[in-house]
Each structure stands twice: as structure tokens, then as C-alpha cells.
């Protein structure tokens, strides 16, 4: 069994975790809270304390800890990241393309421009961005083909790279071969700004809804309780809980 776990996939192993962990450290305090105040009582206060303690993470995931009084804070995202700012490549062919970015019909010609010494972080991305565009597509059409080969990204050129702007949106264009052989091929991209802190804000959401609904139910069987202890009838004993 051990080695079927330890040649499953990154993704099998992950969720097998997650589940032994709540088994282990979620399960084992309800266990014991069960054993006090019963299977019922004992799940409400572990949902309450569970969903109080995820707002905590999940707002510190979500807006960071400012600097206050001399206390170092955190910076915002530092939990489950989504998205990150990306080059999204749009379209390819050899040579000018109609998408529905209009620049992309005029490449290399009017509206677009060569970096400047301000954008070299954005060239050498966008440069990345396209290479392993190209060596997945290489890649996918090699193992139609015959056995499955996997190319190496830096095996494919990227030059003439033009910035230009549709509206908002940040586009490059740029040529690019194979240093196998091959034709030139020209590439278009647009600026993904991402969406980083997708999951944090879902954390949040859940945690806040999962909150309010156990609390007043974890209330309401609270003053059962209590008026059980201050005579009241309780209800009928069946055995351990």
C-alpha cells in the first residue's frame, strides 16, 4: 500500500494528506469533545472553533497584518495563490494575424513599438511566455506522430519583439523559429493580469458563511443544555456518546 501511495501522482498526494490530516488532527478533537458533550454538541463547537480560526488565516491570507506598534506585519497573498500575471498566447502563424485584438492584422507595422529599457522584465517573460508555447505545441505534434518527446523551451528563438496596446490591454508580438529548422513563425500574446487572490477570498467567504450558520445553532443547544443543568429534564441516556 505504501508503494502504491508513493508512486501516485503530486495530485493523488496531496489530497491524501488533506484527508489524513483532518482524520488526524480534526477528528481526534472531535473525538474528544464527543466524549464531554456528545456527538451533536461536541461537532458544534469544533465547526464554530474550525470556522473562527480559518476567518483569522484566511483574512491574513486575504489583506496581510499592517505594521503597528513596532510589529512586523505580513504581506497580502501569502496563503493558496491563484493565477499569477502572465503572457497569454493569443495566436501564431507566419505571419500577421486577426484576433480580436486589432493590432495583431498590422504586426510589425503601425501601433506597435520596440522596448525600451523600462520594460526588459516584460520582454524577458513575454520571451519565456512564448518559448514554452511553442516547445508544447512542438511537443504535442512530435508525439502525434511517434513516441512522446519533450523539448526544451530555450531549443526556440524569440526575436523583433513589439509591444503594442488594444484599449487595456498590453500586447507582444514576435518571431520566432525552431534552431532545428523550420519557418519562421510569429507569435502574438496579451498581458493575464491573473487573479492571485482568488482562493484566499473563497477561504474567507466559506469560513464567514460556515461560521454563521453553526454559531446559532451551536446557541441554541447551548440553552438546551443549560437548562437541562438548572433542572430540566434530560433527555433519555442510551449509553456513552
Known sequence: MLQ?????????????????SFILFVGSVYLLLSAIFGLRMGYLVLAVSFFGWMIILSALWTFGQPKVLGV????????????EAHWQVVAAGTGPQTTKYAPTASYPGQGWALPSAKVKSSVDTAKTAIQKYLAQKASEELANQGP??????A???????MFATAGRTHLV???????GGGQ??????????????VYSFAFLGVSILGFLIHLPLLDGAEKKR??????GTAPPWFGPA
Open 4 to 20: 502504491l501511495v508513493a508512486l501516485a501522482p503530486t495530485f493523488g498526494k496531496g489530497i491524501a494528506v488533506v484527508v489524513a
Open 72 to 83: 512586523t506585519g505580513l504581506l497580502p497573498n501569502l496563503g493558496p495563490r491563484g493565477t
Open 148 to 153: 512522446e518527446v519533450e523539448l526544451d523551451p
Open 155 to 161: 531549443t526556440f528563438v524569440v526575436q523583433d519583439i
Open 173 to 179: 508580438g514576435a518571431h520566432a523559429f525552431f534552431t
Open 184 to 197: 519562421e513563425i510569429t507569435v502574438f500574446a496579451y498581458h493575464d493580469s491573473g487573479n492571485v487572490p
Open 226 to 231: 443549560k437548562a437541562i443543568l438548572t433542572g
